[in-house]
């Protein structure tokens, strides 16, 4: 069987792996205090441009996205999304389990419309009955979307406008965020990303990790973080696991070479993919490529290609993902290919 | 100055009041456990037709919401409602704050169609990520509905129905009921409340009461609810305010005449609007009346009558609220006639 | 029957029901927009020497708890009270429904010691484990206590002195307020209250209205509070209900003189009691007394005297409340000395 | 410096990593449904001894009482638990995070006793307000427990016998479970404790695998636990990193064997402190040894010895934990009698 269905099926980079079993035997400080964690977040820090901010790594995205969530906003308040967003979509209710309401506006391909929050803000607070609602209290935003699709600079800084007008913080997901970097389509950096955004999560469990997110505050954390993510039984024991692949992943540029390599492989597979005549649901310049299968082909190739069902597309048709990542070779491009 | 705003801005009917003075220095049980309250229950399990239900006596709607959806829901669970759903609107996220999402469907001037639920359910089954999802574990509807619309007792089967099929209880928001059940278009009595749904509320606030929701439960309530109710700051200490108020409602049917007062004075208000030729944003056939003002007579008007602002229509008209209730007397219809 | 159980077991006072017909066909504002409400506020803070202070009118205690201290913490944080404090032990959990916990103290007869307040601070300070433990975000006291004990002005003082050190704010729970002001042995007055303390509320239900409580914030209310109540189901559509009785409350020093009837009762009925030869719990200053009763003769009183029964003894002995009120008549003292 | 400080101061058992290596390339399906997550769910029940049971796996040990504990409860219910128990203290309010209060027992040197578990439930359902109060949902014990003691056979039985009574389930925070089931103190096996309690979690943490803690239901998970799992940020997309560890542990008895290495040293480290005249805090048959150390020699120890100080003894000694772990070596041990 030859897998696309998503970036996470393959264990970690080799390096990560390499460095565990290096540091196996040392004996050190639990919960986040021993050196590699300390060395990563420096690193992680250095990379983002913002040495003077502070990094938490947690464990994965719905608790990283419910921790954060959940200890940024005041009980009256919401988080605005758009209605593809990961938050009010795929993760159980893990915000609404932190008292908190998911403020939904209409998304265009996944992306959240500058235009579209502001006139959602503006409604907000003209509306007489406002005090009878929750209040927005964050902005979330997926970067890359869960369509794939990417937020250009001038996007970004747009939204930042938007919400720094209505005294927001813009939270990004970044649970994908290697792919976003390293596409062709993408004109800003990671050390751009301190100004584009308050606070942002750089997610590795999808970039060549076992697990692991690392939460990045440019501007420092809220107070006793680090309670809050005990609380959310977000805090490792053996926090060295978090802190030897994050270290790993900043080190000599890794996290942006395996960024790298999925989008080389998502540029081959779009080719193949054209070639065959497969129609896209809709363009994406990251890893992740939706297109739209034919109810019975999609059957017959899934004894051989491991894809994502997405959703229907319309009676006889399916929207299906394939995914590149970190880990995928040429020669299971070239498989795929034959395939199809 | 002249008020159509709202169904609650007068006190109590007048024989509460009596009522409330004559038994005012009887020393009786706390919490519920006077005879006022215990004849209150019997009355309104009498005109439910369910003398082995349960009713439960509460201060206010938005309480009564968080309490009983917040009790009936499992913690993966949330509440299907209509985008204009009260509970998804104007609570405050109260049903957030207990844990759970309101989950939207779109609704038809504010009723929720059995063919639209039907399809949200068959497409959460359906689909093959739903254990990352909140699951359905109720359904909320308003009776009448927020825009004064009202289904009919086949609506409400086919409801019923697919909520049968789908295992989930259906829970009827009757903060106006007394004004639905006094409508000349409505199919169905008190009495059949008990087979059209499985938990429902009588509201009293907006009724003629000074507060007070009487939740009945007619097949039982689920164990512990007066813990519930406590733990959701709901309980009142002295229950003999609600107990009062509803066995005087629920005596020689006052609470249908509170009803057919407001429907009496609400045809007679939709006669003076369409005289005085204001178009209304749609039909409504229970005593909340939605018509399109134009803003600048809009402002004029409202220094001389109080009606409730509801939502933009477009740049230059409004969409607002009039409202009639058990309290409206014709002197007053007669007025707001010379005033439009 | 004659009934000493507790200090809710009539109606309102009278002139509270005179203004409610009075005032009852008067078209108001909702949700605490009229100016009976505002009436009432401007009357509170002036009664408590804090005229740019803020005032919201909540309908129950449990509620008034919860609105509080869920709206005062942060996530990471607890309220810290005695054991006998009521939100730990009979609001049914209502404040770990709020997501925090009730982090406890020994206290001396109900009474939280500022020693041992500082004693906990200190060991939580001092512990290196802290940032795994629910902080401390708040004090908890009761005045009068749940034992009818009162706090006196140096113990207040010393235990805002204890907050002030931590940054803690003391929150005061004055569910019984007006029974304590009364007592011949409280040494401050309602206007000193707000130096006292940061916030508590004047309790209504128990002190001559049919429900409601006075939550003051001397230094102004937490954003959007008014959103929070609506939230936690406090808000009252009527708001009047709320708003004209604490106005009467505190129109010519009802408040105060219903407090000093419970006072004068109170006294009259300990001297019976000890003429009787009944032997007390502890000794309570204010208009709750706790006395022990062996249970054949607790049995045989509880024929024709209902009081309340609080915590065993022992195998042969109860401890139980009789408590006077707002409402209390001499008349009545009289034959509960008969039935002793 | 010579580690004692707990038993998560190493990586994992080499033959994880091993797995690990070897494995990694694999494309496995995420969220646990991989086949080392089968083999893993698999050979827990077999060696449980309920092949029709439940197993789930997740990353850590706050996340999973969480989990389990605000899932099992209804929104009334507490969790009972010793004052010493992890979820009342150590945990950062991640129990009232989900709702529910921790209901408080004193500890017998942080064991439940049945008797004072029965003497609770007996007064709680004697109590006439006890629908003002926190219901009893779970009971909670630690095995070991945070101060290393273990329950009997015996005491199990009789705490389950009590549970029975009250119809309440018996849960098992068996962080350390492989610690107290090596213990030469342990009178039953781990097949036994699907009749000893009603659900367990198997640690790994701390019994050698990176992360982990599989949660065993003997007789069936509750309805829709993997949503649950997910809706508290407990669901690792990377699922094989648990079931590989595991898989592993449960493998030709690593698990059980990782446990007998702990205690034997133990046992060796048992004999140096008692040899060297340091007096026990408390007798403890398991991994964990609390012992009395006077202040200055705790201070001149530390810069060679790392030992997790534990409370304050008196004003000049402080009680510290000394642990062995499966990585303990005997060369170690004899280090640390140098250093004594």
Known sequence: MLYFRCDYQEGAHPLILQRLV???LEQLDGYGEDRYTRSAKEKILKACGCPSGEVFLLVGGTQTNATVIGTLLRDYEGAV????????????????????????????????????????????????????????????????????????????????????RFKLPLY??????????ASPACDFSLADLKELCDVFYIGGTKVGSLCGEAVVFPAGAPAHFFTSVKQHGALLAKGRLLGLQFDTLFTDGLYLELGRNAMARAQEMIAVLKEKGIPFFLESPTNQQFVILENRYMEQLSAQVAF???????????????????????AQI???????
């Open 22 to 24: 290096q540091t196996n």
């Open 81 to 164: 999304a758009v209605d593809s967003g990961h938050i009010g979509v795929h993760e159980a209710g893990a915000i609404e389990y932190t008292h908190h309401k998911v403020l939904t506006l209409s998304g265009a391909r996944g992306k959240m419309e500058a235009s579209a929050l502001e006139a959602y803000l503006e409604a907000f607070y003209a509306d007489p009955n406002k005090d009878h609602m929750v209040w927005p209290g964050l902005v979330y935003i997926s970067l890359p979307t869960e369509y794939g699709t990417l937020y250009s600079r001038a996007e970004l800084e747009a939204l930042k406008a938007v919400c720094g």
């Open 172 to 181: 990004v997901d970044g649970a994908r965020l290697g792919y976003a970097l």
């Open 308 to 330: 994502d069902i997405w959703q229907p597309y319309d009676a006889t048709h399916t929207v299906v993902r394939f995914a590149t990542s970190w880990a995928t070779t040429p």
């Open 334 to 340: 070239a498989q795929l290919k034959q395939f199809l």
